[in-house]
């Protein structure tokens, strides 16, 4: 990258408040000379390069409520009945195939996401996780940890099988204050 080009993405990512996308040792000696705070780092992960960006999203704020505790507890009976429709549906007939399970495990947790959020649970994120696998007289243990508020902070959990795959699906919901 030649060094005109440097500079004038040093001062665009600047304006945006992010330098780090940029070797930001060389945009931090030329910059700020003698001083000693590091540049912000920022990393965005997107599955698919070009997936999400014809959907443009505005940015929610919220003002302060100083609500500590749900109105509505997340209905995990419900979830539990979208989970065993949702891979009833989309699994009953299907047979092991890498590829096809990887395009399941993506189209099924955003159905399951979609569906969900259909029940408008105010204050509550979604988080779906979708495992499929071939059945071959094997075992597989599955473990998840996070931190998380015993008192608001649920999840919901479904495992389905036929004759050649398995399948488990998660949905935790995280309280956010």
């Known amino acids: 990258m030649s060094e005109i080009a440097k500079d004038k993405a040093a001062r665009f990512l600047k304006k945006r408040g992010s330098v780090s996308s ?3 040792h060389e945009v931090k000696a030329k910059e700020s ?6 540049s912000m780092s920022t990393v965005s992960y997107i599955d698919e390069p ?5 959907i443009p999203r505005p940015a ?13 507890r997340f209905p995990v009976a419900t979830v ?16 092991y195939e890498a590829e096809l399970c990887r395009q ?4 099924i947790s955003e159905v399951v996401k979609a569906r969900v959020k ?9 988080i779906v996780l979708i495992h499929i696998g071939q059945l071959n007289d094997q075992s597989m243990r599955i473990g998840s940890r996070c931190i998380w508020d015993p008192a608001n902070d649920t999840f919901s959990s479904y495992a389905f099988k036929n004759s050649s795959l398995f399948a488990v ?9």
């Open 22 to 24: 940029l070797s930001s």
């Open 33 to 38: 000379i003698g001083k000693t705070k590091d």
């Open 60 to 72: 929610v704020q919220l003002e302060n409520t100083f609500q500590l505790g749900p109105t509505k």
């Open 80 to 95: 539990n009945n979208i989970l065993k429709d949702v891979l009833t549906s989309y699994l009953q007939e299907e047979r």
């Open 104 to 107: 399941m495990t993506k189209t």
């Open 50 to 54: 070009g997936h999400h960006d014809d």
């Open 169 to 177: 699906a998660n949905v935790y919901a995280v309280y956010y204050e």
């Open 118 to 126: 259909e029940l408008m649970i105010p204050r509550y994120k979604i």
